[in-house]
C-alpha cells in the first residue's frame, strides 16, 4: 500500500480535521477518548466512524461505540470497529496480518476491508459490533492474567487461563449482547490467543511487569505505552455487577481454573 503524500495534510485541530473528512479513524486510547472529544464543537453525526479502541469509556462504562451514538447522535449504520487479530508493530514489518471489520451495514464495511487489504493484510467483515468491541477488552484483561501469575514451573498455567477465559467471554458477551456467534472466530479467539501469548502485546507485558513485582505506576512509566487491559479491568466488573442477576457465574471461571490449578498435584 503507497500513500500519495502530496495528499496527506497533518494537523492537531480536531474541528479542523472533522470539518474536512468523510471518514474519522479514532485510535486515542479509552481513558483519554472523553477529554479529547471536549474539543470537538463541529458535529460528527453525518461522518462515518471507525474505532480502533480496544477499551471502555470509563465512568460511562459504554463500549466506544454506544458512547458515539448516545453523545454525539452518530447513527450505528455509520460506526465501524477495526480488530485483529494483529499487532501494529507486525503490520509495520509487513508481517501476514489480519484485520476484521465489523459494522451493522456491512457494505460499508467490506469498502473499508478493501480500503486496507493487500499482499500481507487479510480482512473479513461482521456486523456483531458490541461483541467483537467487548471482546477487545476481555481479551486485554486476560492477557495481564497468564504471565502474571505464571512461574517458570507452571508453563502450562497459561493455556488453563486462556481455554477457561474464552468460555467466560462466551457467557459474558451471550448476556450483555446476546447474538449467534461462534466465539472461537479469529477476532475472538484469535485475538485473545495473540494478545495473551504475543510479545508485542502491551498487556502481557504489562502483565508479566506486575508479576515482577513492579506497582502499577511503575510499570506503566516504564512502558511508556497504555495498557488497556488494566482500566478496561474496573469498567467490566462493573458491568458485570449490572448484570448479575441474571450472570452470576461471569468471573469465576477463570478464577476458579487458577484456584484449582494451584492448589492441585501436578507432576
Known amino acids: 500500500m503507497k500513500f500519495d503524500t502530496k495528499r496527506i495534510s497533518f494537523s492537531s485541530n480536531i474541528?479542523?480535521?472533522?470539518?474536512?473528512?468523510?471518514?474519522?479513524?479514532?485510535v486515542t486510547p479509552s481513558p483519554y477518548l472523553k477529554a479529547h472529544l471536549k474539543k470537538l464543537k463541529t458535529k460528527?453525526?453525518?461522518?462515518?466512524?471507525?474505532?480502533?479502541?480496544?477499551?471502555?469509556?470509563p465512568d460511562?462504562?459504554?463500549?466506544?461505540?454506544?458512547?458515539?451514538?448516545?453523545?454525539?447522535?452518530v447513527p450505528p449504520e455509520n460506526?465501524?470497529?477495526?480488530?485483529?487479530?494483529?499487532h501494529a508493530e507486525e503490520v509495520a514489518l509487513e508481517r501476514l496480518s489480519y484485520l476484521t471489520i465489523a459494522c451493522p451495514d456491512k457494505d460499508k464495511a467490506r469498502i473499508f476491508a478493501r480500503r486496507l487489504g493487500s499482499s500481507f493484510i487479510k480482512t473479513s467483515v461482521s456486523d456483531d459490533v458490541a461483541g467483537i468491541e467487548y471482546s477487545s477488552v476481555l481479551k486485554n484483561v486476560y492477557a495481564m492474567l497468564p504471565v502474571s501469575v505464571a512461574s517458570?514451573?507452571?508453563?502450562?498455567?497459561?493455556?488453563?487461563?486462556?481455554?477457561?477465559?474464552?468460555?467466560e467471554m462466551n457467557r459474558f458477551l451471550n448476556t450483555v449482547h446476546p447474538l449467534n456467534r461462534n466465539v472461537d472466530e479469529s477476532v475472538y479467539l484469535g485475538d485473545?490467543?495473540?494478545?495473551?501469548y504475543s510479545n508485542f502485546s502491551r498487556n502481557r507485558t504489562f502483565g508479566t511487569m506486575i508479576g515482577k513485582g513492579y506497582s502499577v505506576k511503575s510499570a506503566q512509566i516504564e512502558m511508556e505505552m497504555i495498557a488497556e487491559g488494566y482500566y478496561g479491568?474496573?469498567?467490566i466488573k462493573e458491568i458485570n455487577k449490572h448484570h448479575h442477576h441474571q450472570y452470576a457465574d461471569t468471573g469465576r471461571s477463570v478464577q476458579h481454573s487458577v484456584r484449582t490449578y494451584l492448589t492441585n498435584d501436578r507432576d
Open 15 to 26: 474541528n479542523d480535521v472533522v470539518k474536512e473528512s468523510d471518514t474519522l479513524i479514532f
Open 44 to 57: 460528527i453525526k453525518d461522518k462515518f466512524i471507525i474505532t480502533a479502541i480496544k477499551g471502555i469509556v
Open 60 to 73: 460511562d462504562n459504554v463500549i466506544v461505540s454506544e458512547y458515539f451514538t448516545k453523545e454525539y447522535g
Open 79 to 86: 460506526i465501524a470497529v477495526l480488530a485483529g487479530p494483529c
Open 152 to 167: 517458570e514451573i507452571w508453563r502450562q498455567l497459561p493455556a488453563v487461563l486462556i481455554s477457561n477465559a474464552i468460555q
Open 192 to 196: 485473545l490467543l495473540v494478545t495473551g
Open 233 to 235: 479491568t474496573k469498567c
